[in-house]
């Protein structure tokens, strides 16, 4: 971005730093470009002085700080710095050297096919990351895309919500927050609507459009009649050729349950059938993309194709096309796109890495419905497992991510070769995992440790906020199977251990297969026994790790348990071990 000269009434200093230009003004601050006293550049986005005194504002700079430092630094500028409690509070990040794409097109006009292609996938990484960070982004167009050598980064949290909140629609013209142009149908209906991760896709379709084009697809002499053309008729995609059109279209539909989310749209960025050609051009010569684009996807969405000569990447195992949502293989006849996103508008929150959004649901005397029926370990053989759809090592940030709060008190961490979630004073946490949209049937399977005593390992399945899902409780004598909704875990199967796990111990492997409306639970291998799923509404298929406090133990108000490798897979037909 091309600095501007200080104003007379802007700081010279701001903390240990030199303010030098401007960089950009939004509606919550200033972004200057400033010196650290080492001499390294860096940007400085700061709260308008008559705000400062605001705690409403302050709350929500300090929520902005803490999304931009959930968002990993490969597609947007590094959070170095931050002081939200300063007479002027402020936030500094890395400086990127490189215009708007904004700028690009008002200057050079519409970019070329290869480029076109590599700033959309570039974006869409982007989201990916953002959108598996627990954040959306709310504002993303062509003044918040960077075109910084290696990769596109997105910046601007500043009007961000977490995935899950309170962000909702913006009904009331004074409180319209973010670029017409660019903002989707639901974000002009009922202000208590939740507002999902699909409005960040519907900004890229627009952001796409006007880089290749130069114009909007909803353009109107006025943001009231872009807003109506937004809400009542279809995009012109003129002008936009090419295999992007038809991913530009999806974007764009009225529904948001009809557009796909980040990862779907990254994955048929890179690796769609139809579309190497396009894929081989944007990323060629282009190893920083090729690889944020990579570190952005999950085992279970393809990776990159490698440029000619390169070795395929070793970050993961390939699937097969028809193993991602909405894909195909190439011999397929299409027979329709599954997103596999619910349809209510109102109910949509595409949740994402669970530990950013830790839900604590009242107390553990609230939360425990009562110990369920106890039944015996007989049950049918435990049927094989098929194609993998996700894996992790749980070793590293990969899937699952690090986090600690604020206060200490809950934390997920890497330590060991194992994933290790602790709480005190809390009755339960779950970790930031992957966003990935799984089958309603599907194996887990997934090494478990009790560290400590009074701690039982949850796994949450068919997963989605705020509804909640169902939930397995491994503890030390039992293992618990019900739902996790809203303010109430229920127990609807009580699976006994005839050998105690050792607190302590080495792991053990917890399996659960879910078929139809029963789940199986195993440990190493040999089944524990049978639970109905109930008849609770539950509509999620996520799968998230974390840590319970145990209700029948003394309690001692902390927990910990560890988890190694988990594999995720279709059930019923043999898959590769």
Not at 117 to 140: E, F, K, P, W, Y
Request: proline residues 10%.
């Amino acid at each position: 971005m091309r600095p501007e000269p200080l104003r007379p009434h802007d700081p010279a200093r701001l903390g240990s730093y030199e303010l030098v230009g401007r960089l950009g003004e939004g509606g919550m601050g200033t972004v200057y470009l400033a010196r650290t006293a080492a001499g390294a550049q860096v940007a400085v986005k700061v709260v308008r002085a008559d705000l400062s005194p605001d705690d409403e504002f302050r709350r929500r700079f300090r929520s902005e700080v803490a999304r931009a430092r959930q968002v990993p630094p490969f597609c947007t500028a590094e959070v170095l710095d931050a002081d939200p409690d300063a007479e002027h509070p402020y936030l500094v990040v890395e400086y990127v050297d490189g215009p708007t794409l904004a700028q690009v097109v008002d200057d050079r006009g519409p970019l070329t096919a290869a480029n076109l292609h590599s700033v959309a996938i570039g974006v869409a990484t982007a989201l990916t990351a953002i959108h598996g960070a627990g954040v959306i982004h709310r504002d993303l167009k062509p003044r918040n895309v960077l075109l910084a050598p290696g990769t596109p980064k997105v910046i601007d949290f500043g009007i961000a919500r977490a995935v899950g909140g309170t962000a909702t629609g913006n009904t009331a013209p004074e409180f319209m927050m973010g670029t017409v142009a660019y903002m989707a149908p639901e974000r002009f209906g009922d202000a208590e609507v939740p507002l999902t991760a699909a409005a960040d896709i519907f900004a890229w379709g627009g952001v796409v459009m006007y880089a290749g084009t130069g114009r909007t697809p909803f353009g109107g002499d006025s943001p009231l009649a872009t807003a109506g053309r937004i809400l009542t008729q279809q995009p012109d995609l003129s002008g936009l050729g090419g295999p992007l059109r038809e991913l530009v279209s999806y974007a764009l539909s009225k529904d948001p349950a009809d557009r796909p989310s980040a990862r779907e749209l990254l994955d048929m960025l890179v690796a769609g059938p139809s579309r190497p050609a396009a894929t081989a051009a944007a990323l060629a010569g282009q190893p920083d993309l090729r690889a944020a684009a990579n570190q952005a996807q999950s085992v279970t969405g393809l990776l990159t194709a490698p440029a000619p000569g390169e070795p395929p990447t070793p970050e993961g195992p390939t699937v097969p096309v028809s193993a991602v949502p909405g894909m195909v293989e190439p011999d397929q006849e299409r027979r329709g796109r599954r997103w596999f996103l619910p349809a209510a508008i109102a109910l949509l929150v595409m949740a994402v890495i669970a530990g950013t959004m830790m839900l604590v649901f009242g107390s553990p005397a609230d939360q425990v419905a009562g110990p369920g029926t106890t039944v015996p370990a007989t049950v049918s053989p435990l049927p094989p497992a098929g194609p993998l759809l996700l894996a992790d090592d749980l070793d590293r940030n990969r899937l699952w991510l690090a986090k600690t709060e604020p206060d200490g008190k809950s934390s997920c961490v890497f330590t060991g070769g194992e994933l290790h979630v602790r709480i005190d004073g809390k009755p339960l946490y779950k970790c930031r995992g992957p966003q990935d949209t799984l089958p309603d049937d599907l194996s887990i399977d997934v090494g478990v440790r009790l560290v400590s005593d009074g701690a039982c390992a949850a796994i949450w399945y068919h997963f989605k906020l705020p509804r909640g899902g169902h939930l397995v409780r491994v503890c030390q004598d039992n293992v618990f199977v019900g739902t996790h909704q809203s303010a109430e875990v229920s127990v609807t199967r009580t699976l006994p251990l005839d050998n105690p796990i050792q607190v302590g111990g080495p792991p053990v492997r917890i399996g659960l297969h879910v078929a139809g409306d029963v789940v199986t639970v195993s440990r190493d291998g040999v089944a524990l026994g049978e639970a109905p799923l109930g008849d609770a509404e539950i509509t999620g298929n996520r799968v998230l790790l974390g840590v319970f406090l145990d209700r029948d133990t003394p309690d001692s108000g902390s927990a910990e348990v560890a988890f190694d490798h988990i594999e995720v897979r279709e059930p019923g037909r043999p898959g590769p071990r």
